[in-house]
């Protein structure tokens, strides 16, 4: 199925090129090998200021140079997001260290409770993806022994998985969901699944996908939270921002992943939904706002940071002529400020009228998206626009040791957090955009949404 969406991607390709080319300098401005070796040189520069201050914590605050973690114990976070990045950088010698110490005393056994989603995302998928990498079975059975704790996540009324699952007694807590924390599992627990032969480790998080989606509205939109014990929704606002996106992704990509046929049918019927109604035409651009779920009513025209992987995933399901105008959206989004807000009101094209949504958390998406449409149509455009990315972040984001998220677009202030995906997403995708192909055989693996590659390999 995978080779299907290539060749229409292809095809559609034919009639994109010169379209999406206008505006650039066209061929060889961008030379790939140098800025690769650029990006390659910025996770070093990031990961040895980890590793100084703040070495097997969640994650490093770069600007007073100490660690956070996210738990009284540390899990990891940084580390085990980090590995398979490091592993596709070829930097060999570095990430059989990082292995060693992860095998060595990373420990699920502990009496706190977790958020499913990022300890999902980032740990279960980072032990994955590193896992088909290295062959190293440890790591399949630090996957197997956190996806056994996290499983009791599940046992709810609806099926809906809660938020929160302790990890040494199996308790959950916090009914209180939205689609995005329920819909981004499979990735990783069907992969889990079929890696052990263990089919509960599928059906589940498939069943709490499906739960979700059956309670579309009759308009085929989902809302934004939900209570998992009465699946009753507590917000209808609905978009393709926080709390919704990677439902979004999850859709397209587990069909491909697994051939599963409820997921293609999940994602067609719900691209239509979403093209009807988030779609908005503005003299701006294209761009994907917010509506109410039930009545389809517009309710805001705000874009952001987190929104931007939805040209990544059009591309992938085939839309490459959507994802290729909504990517000259997201550029403009990013150029406002030469860096790009949380939030962008596309009729103003202002950060809205609250100072939080000034707010640069290094994200990935603009890039995964900037890498999808390089792979779909080869266009240099998108070799471009990655390094206008690549140099706001060297020029607002570098700090001596490391790299900082930023309080404020428009005034450029600092904020003292080094996110673990930055290196797991941010640079990887940078990093692919213009490494050679053979780096990774981009149509041979799905990547979770923190940027795990895995391989179907059942
Ligand atoms: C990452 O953890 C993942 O990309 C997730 O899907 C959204 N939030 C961050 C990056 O912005």
């Known amino acids: 199925m995978h080779k299907i969406y290539r060749i229409s991607i292809v095809v559609l390709l034919l009639f994109n090129v010169r379209q999406v080319s206008a505006g650039f300098h066209g061929e060889d401005t961008v030379h790939k090998a140098q800025l690769a070796k650029v990006v390659r040189n910025e996770f070093i520069h990031s990961w040895n200021a980890y590793k100084k201050y703040a070495w ?33 950088m070829g930097l060999k010698e570095e990430a059989d260290t990082l292995r060693e110490f992860i095998v060595t005393t990373l420990s699920f056994d502990h009496d706190i409770y977790v958020e499913s989603f990022e300890i999902t995302i980032r740990l279960l998928g980072g032990l994955l993806s590193s896992y088909q990498m290295t062959g190293d079975e440890r790591l399949l059975k630090l996957a197997e022994d956190l996806g056994t704790r996290m499983l009791p996540v599940f046992n ?9 699952v302790n990890l040494k ?9 939205n689609p995005g924390k329920v819909g981004t599992m499979l990735i990783e627990f069907g992969t889990l699944g079929k890696l052990t032969g263990r089919p509960e480790f599928y059906s589940l998080p498939k069943r709490a996908v499906m739960e979700v989606y059956n309670r579309r509205s009759s308009i085929g939109l989902v809302g934004t939270w939900l209570d998992a014990n009465t699946g009753e929704w507590l917000d209808p606002d609905s978009h393709l921002s926080a709390c919704i996106d990677s439902y979004y992704e999850y859709l397209i990509k587990c069909a491909i992943l697994f051939d599963d046929r409820d997921f293609q049918e999940m994602w067609d019927s719900s691209i239509v939904a979403i093209k009807t109604y988030l779609a908005h035409e503005a003299p701006s651009g294209l761009w994907f706002g917010h509506v109410n779920m039930f009545t389809g009513e517009r309710t805001k025209t705000w874009f952001g940071a987190l929104d931007a992987f939805f040209p990544g995933t059009l591309a992938l399901a085939g839309d490459v002529e959507t994802a290729a105008r909504l990517q000259e959206s997201c550029l403009k989004m990013w150029n406002r400020y030469g860096i790009e807000p949380e939030q962008i009101d596309y009729v103003t094209m ?8 000034e707010r640069f958390f290094l994200n990935p998406e603009i890039m995964e998206s900037t890498y999808y449409l390089y792979k779909a149509t080869g266009d240099q455009r998108y070799l471009e626009m990655g390094k206008v990315l690549l140099d706001s972040l060297k020029r607002y984001c570098r700090l001596e040791e490391g790299y900082s998220e930023l309080k404020s677009v428009v ?8 996110e673990s995906y930055f290196l797991s997403e941010t640079l990887k995708y940078l990093y692919l955009l213009f490494a050679p192909p053979e780096t990774l055989d981009f149509n041979s693996v ?8 895995i391989r179907r390999t059942w």
């Open 56 to 88: 097997g914590a969640d994650g490093l605050r770069p600007i007073s140079k100490t660690p956070y973690q996210w738990y009284k114990v540390p899990l990891h976070m940084t580390a085990v997001d980090a590995m398979d990045t490091m592993i596709l």
């Open 411 to 418: 005034t450029k202030e600092r904020s003292d957090r080094m």
């Open 156 to 164: 709810t009324p609806t099926g809906i998985p809660y938020c929160d």
């Open 446 to 453: 799905i990547f979770n949404t923190e940027a795990h590659p």
């Open 350 to 357: 202002a950060v809205p009228d609250d100072p939080k949504w």
């Open 169 to 177: 007694t199996g308790a959950i807590r916090n009914p209180r969901t």
